[in-house]
């Protein structure tokens, strides 16, 4: 199965103007069954950006890639709250990924599926799932702690700028970004921080449309992933549409 991952950013800044930004590119572990390396390899990630971007006077950041989790997962819930009780998951499904083809099931109904019976269960804080020690440790970077925490105030891109049904999902992000014979969904996200707005972005094919290549790569199409796009603005700078 070839990988790959497209995604494009765009800034109006004219010649005389100087801004700065941090740029962070990420491509997790694709193994469902290891979420507590999926974890890990975003909180490293996640800790780097913002130590950087301290280093470098607080400048906003951008994190884009294939995070390799889907939008009703335990992992984006981290991303974009901050914060994660790690004992309340499985780590088997922690990115919400399921490894079967997904010919005859619609989309929408396995999304909903999984956050039922995987994450955002109304019951869920009383469950408590065993982690091993080396577990933890790639996890957390601590074998004696449950609880995950990052610094950045992260907002999904597309989330900020409403789209079609066709291409979107109830939670507003794109139906799917990545196409082959184990999955159908999406994975690849552009993450900023609150000192950017996204200006639009670029939508990507409707499932129906997906269907007809029966799985990416393709002749037409050398990657099992489709381009996430937008255009960004500072926030102090954009005056709206």
């Not at 979107?168 to 159908?184: C, L, N």
Request: net charge positive.
């Amino acid at each position: 199965m070839a990988s790959g991952l497209n995604f494009s950013l765009s800034f109006g800044i004219t010649p005389t103007q100087s801004r700065k930004l941090l740029v962070g590119n990420i491509h997790a572990l694709y193994n469902p069954k290891r979420g507590d390396i999926k974890l890990g390899q975003v909180r490293l990630f996640l800790e780097k950006a913002y130590k950087l971007s301290q280093e470098w006077g607080s400048i906003p950041v951008i994190l884009a890639g294939d995070f390799n989790c889907i939008p009703q997962s335990a992992m984006y819930q981290f991303i974009q709250s901050s914060e994660l009780n790690i004992q309340l998951h499985d780590r088997r499904w922690i990115s919400g990924q399921l490894e079967y083809p997904l010919e005859g099931r619609e989309i929408r109904a396995q999304y909903k599926d999984i956050a039922r019976r995987h994450v955002w269960m109304p019951n869920s804080r009383h469950l408590r799932f065993t982690w091993s020690y080396e577990e933890l440790l790639l996890a957390t970077g601590n074998a004696w702690t449950t609880c995950l925490h990052h610094k950045l105030k992260l907002c999904s891109a597309y989330l900020g700028i409403p789209g079609s049904h066709e291409t979107r999902d109830s939670h507003g992000e794109p139906v799917a970004t990545s196409y082959h014979s184990k999955f159908m969904g999406t994975v690849d996200y552009i993450w900023h921080t609150t000192e950017l707005v996204p200006v639009r972005v670029l939508e990507t094919l409707p499932v129906d449309k997906l269907r007809r290549y029966e799985g990416l790569p393709s002749k037409r199409w050398g990657s099992d992933h489709l381009a996430v796009v937008c255009e960004l603005a500072f926030a102090d700078d954009h005056k709206g549409p």
